[in-house]
Every structure is written in structure tokens, then in C-alpha cells.
């Protein structure tokens, strides 16, 4: 497939890993449940739509997590892609417990993380997860419990690459001493960039960079502001100029921009092809500072 049928792959590529080569423009998962990231969508059709035109337009790395719904998304994954394009890289990430719409509590007890890598295996229909990522770290159980049981896990061979959600350097580092770390997945775009420093040292460590929330552009996209100047400028939306900063920003950066919706998937996607000039480049650095 070229990129003109599949846009997405104009966004370059990166291995995760060293082993697992994704198209840098990803989707996360996790607003395919109902309001509040809790029980079945308002149209689960249209969530089985989205994630087959997910995989039309070249995207391969598709982000979930069992405590999505909890495991709405992870059951409409598998019904509408299984059995999986050979590319796919299914990431996931376990260490939440719901207790209801927008609630979330950290949870990382070694038997709970090996529960729920075993039910992704279950729900998603996989015999191995490409990449398991723990959600949070729990401040209650040693960080040496919860990275070492997805170590174990690894080792048994259910699970490919680890990942870590909402760390910081040092965080990181101590993983690291534990297992190899493939990726990260932190709070990172145009308008908030606390994790600038897991980003440059996730870039030299040949790490993967998921941020999350990519395109909470918020007050900077309002009529009149510079963000939206530039984007009437370039013909494109905020949403497609905030993607386009992120893919520019550094070559590990694997954005996973979430919808319901095929139409706003398909804004997203065109992100990919859409290249800064070093002066919007600066324009776009100047707008969030």
C-alpha cells in the first residue's frame, strides 16, 4: 500500500524495542467505552468502524488498557480485527481498578498485574502482548514487585516489550536496572510539556515516547489566537497542527490520538503528511511558552 491509500504511514516509523516496527502515528483505545471511559459505547458499530478504518489508513499500533471500560475496549478490539493484521502491535497496560465513570485507583500487587496481563491475553485474543505497560506505579507495593512480575511475565513468554506510564526519569532509571524498558507513555503536548526531560532522555536511550492526551491544544486553538492563525494559514485544523508538532518534535515520539468518531479519525491521520517549515516549526514552539 502507498502512502496516498494509507496516510498514516507518511509519518515515519520506529521500532519498539528494536523489534517491533510501528508507524509513529498511532490510535489509543480509550475512548471507544461510554462517558467517563466506563461501561459500552453509545454506538458500539460505529467503535468497530473506527478501529477497521484505523488499520485502512496505515496505523499499527493501537493503544488499550484493560481498565478502559473496563475491557469494553479491549472485547471491541478483538471483534472487529480479529484475527489481526500480521503488522499489528496491540499495546496495552495494566495496574488500575474502576470503581466507576472517571474513577481510577493505582493497583500493584504483583498477583493483580499477572491477572490482568492474563485476561488481556483472554479478551484480546493473543497468545503474546506486543507491549505491556504498567498504567501507574502503585506507591504502596515496591516498584522492584511490579516491574519484576512483568518481567516474569516476559519471560514466560506472554508479553514482548514492557512499558511504563507516567514516570519520571529517576522512575525510569530504576526500572530500567530491573528490565529493559521499550517505551514510556506520559502527559505530553503543545500545551503541556512537564515531561520534556523523559522525552530527551527517552530520545538518547533509543526509548519509545507515547504521550497521551496529544491534542489538548484547549485555549491555545480559540478563534483569534496564533494556533488557529497558523492553522488557517496551512489549510489544516489545530488538532492536525499540534500531531504535526509532535511528529516533528523528536523521532521517538509515537503520538496515539483517540476518537469515536471516523470522521475525526481521518483529521487526525492526515496529520501525518502534513510538514512543517522550520518557521511554523518556531511559530508553533513560541505559541505554548
Known amino acids: 500500500m502507498n502512502q496516498l491509500a494509507q496516510p498514516a504511514k507518511a509519518s515515519g516509523e520506529f521500532s519498539i524495542g528494536g523489534g517491533l516496527p510501528v508507524t509513529r502515528l498511532g490510535y489509543g483505545a480509550m475512548q471507544l467505552p461510554g462517558p467517563g471511559v466506563w461501561g459500552e459505547p453509545r454506538d458500539a458499530d460505529e467503535a468497530v468502524r473506527v478501529l477497521r478504518r484505523v488499520v ?5 499500533l493501537i493503544d488499550t488498557a484493560d ?11 478483538k471483534r472487529a480485527l480479529h484475527p489481526y493484521p500480521a503488522d499489528l502491535v ?30 488481556g491475553l483472554r479478551h484480546l485474543g ?48 530504576a526500572a530500567q536496572e530491573i528490565t529493559p524498558i521499550a517505551t514510556v507513555q506520559n502527559l505530553y503536548n503543545l500545551a503541556n510539556r ?19 492526551f496529544p491534542l489538548a491544544t484547549g485555549e491555545l486553538a480559540k478563534p483569534g ?18 500531531l504535526a508538532w509532535l511528529l516533528r518534535r523528536s523521532p521517538v515520539m509515537l503520538p496515539i490520538p483517540g476518537t469515536s468518531s471516523v470522521a475525526h479519525l481521518e483529521d487526525n491521520v492526515a496529520a501525518a503528511g502534513l510538514e512543517l517549515t522550520d518557521g511554523e516549526y518556531a511559530e508553533l514552539e513560541a505559541v505554548a511558552r
Open 56 to 60: 485502512d489508513l496505515g496505523v499499527n
Open 67 to 77: 481498565a478502559y471500560g473496563p475491557n469494553v475496549a479491549d472485547l471491541l478490539i
Open 90 to 119: 496491540i499495546a496495552t497496560k495494566v495496574g488500575f481498578t474502576r470503581q466507576g465513570p472517571g474513577r481510577w485507583t493505582p493497583l500493584g500487587r504483583p498477583e493483580y498485574l499477572r491477572q490482568q496481563a492474563e485476561l
Open 126 to 173: 493473543l497468545e503474546q502482548i506486543p507491549l505491556l505497560q504498567l498504567h501507574r506505579i502503585d506507591p504502596t507495593v515496591p516498584l522492584a514487585d511490579q516491574v519484576g512480575e512483568l518481567a516474569k511475565l516476559r519471560a514466560e513468554g506472554k508479553v514482548r516489550y514492557i512499558g511504563l506510564s507516567e514516570v519520571s526519569v529517576d522512575q525510569l532509571r
Open 194 to 212: 512537564g515531561a520534556e526531560d523523559l522525552l530527551d532522555y527517552s530520545a538518547a536511550n533509543g526509548i519509545g515516547f507515547i504521550p497521551w
Open 225 to 242: 489566537t496564533r494556533l488557529a492563525e497558523i492553522a488557517g494559514r496551512r489549510g489544516a485544523s489545530p488538532s492536525q497542527l499540534a
